[in-house]
């Protein structure tokens, strides 16, 4: 057995001391926290909000420069209308200072007349623009975001905005929005910058007296909003950094509590598969009360069961050994008493002895093949129903109609044969206890005796006593009558009728049914020994219907 697995890698514990459990719970937690922050990182519908909220600030400033302007930067005419004056210039100037936006005013011509970054000038051609503050971010963040906003694009479905196009010379229908102001409406416009961010704009009409006399175009950049988008990840990063080292602490400590005693038992189980005695068991983890307990203890219940078996193998090797040596120890000296005698009677009659020793040993032989496959075939064969009734009435019909003088069987049933009593189990094993029993009542019993047979069920089993006339079972051998190659037989019996093993097997047979025999003593009034009892108890297929009949 040690030399069979002598060739066979040893189980290593994983790689890099990490074992394969512990990578596939990291893997596990790890992907499932990345993938809910990757989702919580696209904030496209945040983003949209924050968009709106600052289109809608925008409009409200836009709405407040143009009466603003149509106030104080309009003149009249000679023909008593009105018309955008120059100190428009310097209005939308100063209007526009501390808010950080960029306004622009154009007249009805479409002509612009007015532009906060354009210092007063030749042509205005000289444009001044607010740099923006020193960058706070940290680079390597930036970029990551910036990578996770490219990879996003190439999966998920976004909208495609127009680009912002500012020319040299601008007039209104550069922009829609402005056109539409105009025209008396207020509008708002989205369009994606040249350094990917956005502009935001809001156009609105300067009006004198419902007299529409230009239109002021407010924009701003998406500035702010990507630095709250920044802060927003920012703060996920950092609870997910807090998250993934709580994760992977919490990992390894549950896969500590998994793979570390699944090593252990797989070491044990490793040392007592090349044990040739008994110093190495399986470690005893009854106490951690899990999956992993139980599978020690299993473990461990196993192996015990193991050496059970191979303790019951040789015990049963060195009993067989003792059984047959006894009868071929008789058989060679009988040979060779006969080889060295010339009378006929005295070799006619050792010849008789050897046919005896010949008959006991093919009958032990038999009974020790019997044994020895009865256990592979209780594991091997499937249970069926088994009608126990029926059974016991075919068994005593055929033992009463087979010698004239022998024991009669009777047969009872506390239940008046209104019901079947099925068990699950084997019904020629079944049968075979039986007939032991009621082979050994008969061999102990009277001629013309009587061997009772009382069926009943209750509580969920089917109980058969068997109670024989015969002298009882001696005192305190009660159960050792069911060891193997236990032999106490009646003094008329001749010699080697029965090979010790009948008992032993019907046992075997009755427990492998997860039911129980057992032998006692009959008693009189006068408490002196009638007979002997043996009880069988089998459970019935259908438990449950046998104790509510129990119970009525």
Request: hydrophobic content about 40%; overall charge neutral; aromatic content about 6%.
């Amino acid at each position: 057995m040690a030399g069979a697995g002598a060739d066979k890698p040893k189980r290593q514990p994983g790689i890099g001391f990490i074992s394969p459990i512990t990578r596939r719970i990291l893997a596990v937690n790890v992907l499932a926290l990345a993938i809910l922050v990757a989702g919580i990182l696209y904030l496209d519908e945040y983003k949209d909000n924050l968009i709106q909220a600052e289109l809608a600030a925008l409009a409200t400033q836009a709405e407040m420069f143009a009466v603003a302007l149509s106030e104080g930067a309009v003149a009249e005419t000679e023909s008593g209308h009105y018309r955008v004056s120059n100190i428009s210039k310097q209005m939308v100037r100063r209007l526009v200072k501390t808010t950080g936006t960029r306004a622009r005013l154009f007249r009805q011509d479409g002509q612009l007349t007015a532009d906060s970054r354009r210092m007063p000038g030749v042509a205005m051609t000289i444009e001044v623009e607010e740099l923006p503050p020193p960058e706070g971010r940290e680079i390597a963040l930036s970029k990551a975001f910036d990578l996770f906003d490219w990879a996003i694009s190439h999966f998920a479905a976004r909208r495609t905005l127009p680009r912002y196009i500012e020319n040299p010379e601008q007039r209104a229908t550069d922009y829609p929005e402005v056109v539409a102001a105009l025209g008396g409406d207020y509008v708002k416009a989205v369009r994606q910058g040249d350094r990917d961010d956005l502009v935001l704009s809001v156009a609105v009409p300067v009006q004198r007296y419902k007299q529409v006399l230009g239109s002021l175009l407010l924009s701003k950049g998406s500035r702010a909003i990507d630095s709250a988008l920044y802060e927003v990840r920012r703060n996920i990063m950092e609870v997910f950094a807090i998250s993934i080292a709580v994760t992977v602490l919490l990992s390894i400590y549950l896969s500590g509590t998994i793979a570390r005693p699944l090593n252990r038992l797989a070491a044990a189980a490793e040392r007592v598969r090349h044990d040739f005695g008994r110093q190495h068991k399986i470690p005893d983890m009854s106490g951690r009360r899990d999956e992993i307990g139980e599978l020690a203890e299993t473990l461990r219940e196993m192996t015990e069961a193991l050496w059970a078996r191979m303790d019951a193998t040789e015990r049963f090797a060195a009993d067989v050994a003792h059984e047959i040596k006894n009868p071929l120890t008789s058989l060679r000296s009988a040979v060779e008493t006969a080889a060295r005698l010339k009378d006929p009677a005295q070799q006619i009659k050792l010849m008789a002895i050897i046919q005896e020793d010949v008959i006991r040993l093919d009958r032990l032989i038999s009974d020790i093949s019997d044994a020895s496959r009865l256990d592979a075939e209780l594991s091997r064969t499937l249970f069926e129903p088994v009608d126990i009734g029926a059974m016991l009435a075919t068994l005593a019909d055929m033992h009463n109609n087979h010698k004239p003088h022998s024991p009669r069987i009777r047969l009872e049933r506390t239940d008046g044969n209104q019901q079947s009593l099925i068990v699950s189990g084997m019904d020629g094993r079944l049968a075979q206890v039986f007939q032991n029993l009621i082979a050994n009542a008969i061999s102990f019993s009277p001629e013309n005796g009587q061997i009772l047979m009382t069926l009943s069920w209750e509580n969920g089993f089917i109980c058969v006593h068997l109670d024989d006339d015969g002298p009882g079972i001696p005192p305190g051998q009660e159960s050792r009558i069911f060891e193997r190659f236990y032999t106490e037989r009646p003094d008329s019996e001749k010699f080697g009728t029965h090979s010790g093993l009948g008992l032993n097997i019907s046992k075997q047979i009755v427990d492998a049914h997860e039911g129980s025999l057992i032998a006692t003593n009959r008693t009189g009034v006068d408490g002196q020994v009638v007979g002997a009892r043996f009880t069988v108890r089998l459970p019935m297929a259908d438990a449950k219907k046998a104790g509510a009949r129990a119970s009525e």
